[in-house]
């Protein structure tokens, strides 16, 4: 059995994205008595179109000869589409491996009612407003400033609004001897990040920012400034730097 999931990122312990037509990846998974015996990221096509990117992404998935659609919600027109192409869809949240395992048990959902109808582009631009990313710095210099290796005890934060195009810096001021409030929930509540760039990471902080349904993204970038401008470029963090201290101290 085949199954796609809409994911934000390109592994099996990446989030389920609850977007449908926007979604980044499908998540492919081949399933054998129970077991994911194969698995492949494919880039959804739907989130490259101005219009309709329900019906893309659901017709995709049509030529990729699925049998089942894991997700958050479906509207209308991708509703249509994977009706008629005869493909059950089933609501899904957290990690993508997890709920590959609840489907497999019987513990998921069938989708039976359709989101309210929305104009694409109004859906498009509600995403982006909400898209908001969270950088390590060594100093407040602007778009100028050099990303931090070290996430949590970096001097500085900066949080880039997407839709706004608006960078703001402040200080890190984390609270690293608080045992009610690890440093990614005093983040979490000062700033409300969507997803946190980091360079280098505990495996416990990973774990953390997953749980909390955050993206986690990384690449080779010296200023925040060469990350923003290449956004569409950052790839998933998954690798440990090896200090679990290093986010929750």
């Known amino acids: 059995m085949k199954i796609a999931i809409s994911s934000d990122g390109d592994s099996l312990e990446s989030m389920v994205d609850q977007r449908f037509g926007r979604c980044r990846y499908f998540l492919i998974a081949e399933l054998e008595n129970k077991k994911i015996v194969n698995s ?10 101005g219009h309709g990117a329900g019906i893309r ?26 009706r008629q192409l005869g493909l059950k869809s089933y609501h899904a949240s957290g ?6 395992m609840k489907f497999s048990d019987g513990k998921l959902e069938e989708i039976d009612k359709i989101s309210a ?14 898209e908001r990313i969270f950088f390590p ?37 984390l609270d690293h001897t608080d045992p009610t409030k690890s440093p990614i929930d005093q983040i979490q509540e000062s700033v409300s990040p969507t997803t946190i760039f980091a360079k280098d990471i505990g495996g416990r902080a990973i774990g953390i920012i997953k749980q909390k349904g955050l993206g986690l993204k990384t690449g080779p970038y010296e200023t925040v400034g060469e990350a923003i401008k ?13 200090n679990e201290e290093s986010m929750e101290r």
């Open 40 to 49: 492949r990221a494919v880039e959804n096509q739907g989130a490259e179109q």
């Open 57 to 82: 992404a659901a017709q995709q998935l049509g030529e990729l000869k699925v049998d089942a659609v894991l997700t958050g919600d479906l509207g209308p027109n991708a509703t249509g589409v994977l």
């Open 95 to 100: 990690i993508v491996k997890d709920a590959v």
């Open 117 to 130: 109808p929305h104009p694409e582009m109004q859906q498009k631009d509600t995403e982006i407003k909400t």
């Open 137 to 173: 710095l060594l100093e407040n210099n602007g778009k100028d400033s050099k990303i931090s290796a070290h996430f949590g005890h970096a001097p500085f934060f900066g949080i880039y609004d997407v839709k706004k195009g608006e960078l703001k810096i402040i200080r890190n001021d």
């Open 230 to 242: 290449n956004i569409d470029s950052l790839k998933d963090q998954t690798k440990s730097c090896g």
